[in-house]
């Protein structure tokens, strides 16, 4: 039987006159992307251009939905209460919505960034205000999180569709968490370990962590982020050895 997996990347991460990464290049690679939405980065005009590539390259479009906190890239840890995080989450979609309406595209998932997605992958409480911020949104939106975590629980309870996620160019604790990045080794840099990790994810439904034993997972979507200087490399490469693999690739709508 043949596997199917999605491929996403967090995209659209410039702001004004300041670019991160190349997202048309990236997009040859991808199926999803994950667009900034002003929170961590990203402006209007950022938005609505990442998602015009986004329309004429095929590649399905979510909101990568993250603390207001610019200055941060959203990677702070932020004492917020479930109703901010709420509020925050349904601001960011509705923002995206209105230009995926103009771009004749449907918003297919809502990712949380950085801070918002570590401490909601714990904090059940924390997750369930994004997974209702999802719903309430309305187009019956998927949410995207850590496969493993407390965003799948969340969602079932909140009736959505959920997508589990792993990381192409991250490493992996032995619970099942993403290594901080302030920690040596968090962020893998070589093109063909990340291909071999993800190949090993998708069709063997293990990852090796840092201590070196194995964990068991089955992601829907593998995540690669558009901001390292290896990420044309490394997506081109993880999609290589996918498809090498016998792996087909699909955006999120195609497969849940």
Request: charged share 20%; aromatic share 6%; net charge negative.
């Amino acid at each position: 039987m043949s596997i199917t997996i999605d491929m996403n990347s967090d995209l659209g991460e410039g702001f004004g006159a300041w670019s991160i990464g190349d997202d048309k290049a990236v997009l040859s690679s991808v199926s999803s992307a994950n667009i900034a939405c002003g929170y961590h980065a990203g402006d209007p005009s950022i938005m609505r251009e990442t998602i015009k590539l986004c329309a004429e390259q095929g590649v399905a479009v979510g909101a990568h939905v993250s603390y207001p906190d610019l200055l941060g890239f959203g990677r702070r840890n932020m004492a917020c209460t479930p109703q901010e995080v709420y509020d925050y989450c349904l601001y960011q979609i509705g923002a995206i919505q209105g230009f995926c309406r103009v771009q004749g595209v449907t918003l297919q998932h809502v990712k949380p960034h950085g801070a918002l997605y570590n401490q909601a992958a714990v904090d059940r409480k924390l997750a369930d205000a994004i997974a209702a911020a999802v719903k309430d949104a309305g187009g019956g939106v998927l949410l995207m999180g850590l496969a493993g975590s407390e965003f799948g629980p969340a969602a079932d309870a909140a009736g959505i569709r959920f997508a589990a996620e792993a990381f192409a160019d991250r490493a992996y604790l032995k619970d099942g968490s993403l290594m901080p990045r302030s920690r040596q080794g968090a962020v893998i840099h070589d093109a063909g370990l990340a291909a071999r990790r993800v190949v090993q994810m998708v069709t063997v439904g293990t990852v090796t962590t840092d201590d070196g034993s194995e964990i068991q997972f089955r992601p829907d979507t593998i995540c690669l982020h558009g901001d390292t200087i290896e990420a044309v490399e490394m997506s081109a490469a993880v999609r290589k050895a996918l498809e090498n693999a016998g792996v087909q690739i699909r955006p999120l709508k195609e497969i849940k």
